[in-house]
Antibody
């Protein structure tokens, strides 16, 4: 059974760095073809892809946010960490992590429940 | 960057009716890499369709996808009460790797 769960602060101040952790089970990020992504959704708005990390440690970032994002993994802990620097109120959103199986179209087949992050002073 | 435009923004239908949702891409999308998701209030999105027309595990056969190139369609043949939600299309390609449409809200008439 595949599960993912996001954790991190619910409130951050402008200019601070956000660190989110995705803890997953039911698969291993050391298995060929496995990937994990982060996606966010501002309240009432559409989904926006942020970053992806692959089983071989390849990393990909949103073009518009890549200077602010870092994604990493700890395979032994079944965790993926996303950091986003210089947070701004427009970054207020629910942040999701999701699994990708490269062999089935590179889409997001399992999602965490999401964590709401509010950016406010 | 490939932009996905979904229409209509809101679709008002009754249970039992047929729903047709459109997703138009600004450039051609590989058929292997077009997916649809359903999102209900307070929940994470759920994968419905991948590779344009393949249903994800556990998705009822009243959901179907079609299209190619720049025009794609999600069809729900006979709406059930639990189908009223927001639907997103998504493509995978070159930078940026993934883009989503802005969503279509399917509401009860």
């Amino acid at each position: 059974q595949v599960t993912l769960r996001e954790s991190g602060p619910a409130l951050v101040k402008p200019t601070q760095t956000l660190t989110l952790t995705c803890t997953f089970s039911g698969f291993s990020l050391s298995t060929s073809g496995m990937c994990v992504s982060w996606i966010r959704q501002p309240p009432g708005k559409a989904l926006e892809w942020l970053a992806r990390i692959d089983w071989d440690d390849d990393k990909y970032y949103s073009t518009s946010l890549k200077t602010r994002l870092t994604i990493s993994k700890d395979t032994s802990k079944n965790q993926v960490v996303l950091t986003m620097t210089n947070m701004d109120p427009v970054d207020t959103a629910t942040y999701y992590c999701a699994r990708i199986l490269s062999g089935s179209g590179w889409n997001f087949d399992y999602w965490g429940q999401g964590t709401l992050v509010t950016v406010s002073s | 960057e490939i932009v996905l435009t979904q229409s209509p923004g809101t679709l008002s239908l009754s249970p039992g009716e047929r729903a047709t949702l459109s997703c138009r891409a600004s450039q051609s999308v590989s058929s292997s890499y077009l997916a649809w998701y359903q999102q209900k209030p307070g929940q994470a999105p759920r994968l419905l369709i991948y590779g344009v027309s393949s249903r994800a595990t556990g998705i009822p056969d009243r959901f179907s996808g079609s299209g190619s190139g720049t025009d794609f369609t999600l069809t729900i043949s006979r709406l059930e009460p639990e189908d009223f939600a927001v639907y997103y299309c998504q493509q995978y390609g070159t930078s940026p790797r993934y883009t989503f449409g802005q969503g279509t809200k399917l509401e009860i008439k």
